[in-house]
């Protein structure tokens, strides 16, 4: 069964506008990744956060991890029409396996 | 990073027949993973498949219908056996290698099964 639930399941926004995407999960975690996936391709792994880490950033990306609730953020700023995509959080744990949440589908406008 | 190739980059099946889907690696890896995502939908974990033992499959996944090979560090398969059109799906597989539970992805391969 799915861990992860994605919040917004699409999210449509302007180009240099910031996309928030949310994610919540169920049971305890070694670590959250998100991934990006362009038009059914394979996966881009984007940015990987521990349980006892709280946020992590890389590029135009910001991650947030708050463990007591169970949920997790990924902020991309300043978006631009080459974001387009569908996002994925994915819980992992000690058997080093990924549970996936069911994604949001980011369209940015030119 | 990884560098993952599958092959075949897609097909379209007969009901009925198997394909057989390749997983090559650029380094060796101790563990692979196989994925199917439905159309429109998420990922699912198949089988964990590690070299030297059998591969562990999850729940709703039988080996039958999806038999697993590993016969080295670099280099699985994964055969969809007596396909339907629910079959349709992209597989995908992905591997560890240590480096804080990153997995990275192939770039999967699209099936459709009439």
């Known amino acids: 069964s799915q861990q992860g639930e994605e919040d917004p399941q699409a999210l449509s926004i302007q180009e240099g506008e910031n996309a928030t995407m949310n994610c919540s999960y169920k049971?305890?975690?070694?670590?959250l990744q998100w991934y990006r996936q362009n038009s059914g391709r394979g996966l881009v792994h984007l940015i990987l956060?521990?349980?006892?880490?709280r946020e992590k950033h890389s590029g135009r990306l910001r991650v947030t991890l708050d463990t007591s609730k169970k949920s997790s953020s990924l902020l991309i700023t300043a978006s631009r029409a080459a974001d387009t995509a569908s996002y994925f959080c994915a819980t992992g744990g000690s058997n080093y396996k990924l549970t996936f949440g069911k994604g949001t589908l980011l369209t940015v406008n030119p | 990073s990884a560098v993952i190739s599958q092959k075949p980059s897609r097909d379209i099946c007969q009901r009925g027949t198997s394909l057989t889907i390749q997983c090559q690696v650029d380094?060796?890896?101790?563990?692979m993973f196989w994925y199917r995502q439905q159309p429109g939908q998420s990922l699912t974990l198949i089988a964990t498949a590690n070299q030297g033992s059998e591969a562990t499959y999850e729940s709703g996944f039988v080996i039958d219908k999806f038999p697993i090979s590993r016969p080295n560090l670099t280099f699985s398969t994964l055969t969809v056996s007596n396909m339907s059109p629910e079959d349709s799906s992209i597989y995908l597989c992905?591997?560890?290698?240590?480096?804080?539970?990153?997995?990275?992805f192939g770039p999967g391969t699209r099936l459709t099964v009439l």
């Open positions: 380094s060796q890896v101790t563990m």
């Open positions: 956060i521990r349980s006892n880490e």
């Open positions: 049971t305890s975690i070694n670590n």
């Open positions: 992905s591997v560890d290698r240590g480096q804080a539970d990153t997995q990275y």
